[in-house]
């Protein structure tokens, strides 16, 4: 892969599995990273999100535009 840059925050796991998956059927190269500690028993999360993605640079747009189409299309939980 390319040289990778943080694109955005991710809330939580599901999201990151969601936006992986879609990711891997587009052929676009991408790394999840989670901010889980162990150490920290997930404190290092609550505050800073679950954790973030990262690509090339090149997939950015598209990458924004996919979360951002996800994120529409989510109805909360009631």
Known sequence: MKKAIKILVL???????LLSEILKEKGIP???RSY??????GL????SGWGHIEAPKEYEKEIVTIYNELSENHEPLE
Request: no cysteine; proline share 0%.
């Open 11 to 17: 809330n939580n796991e599901i999201e990151a599995r």
């Open 30 to 32: 991408h790394l999840i």
């Open 36 to 41: 889980h500690d162990s150490v920290y028993d």
């Open 44 to 47: 290092w999360q609550v505050q």
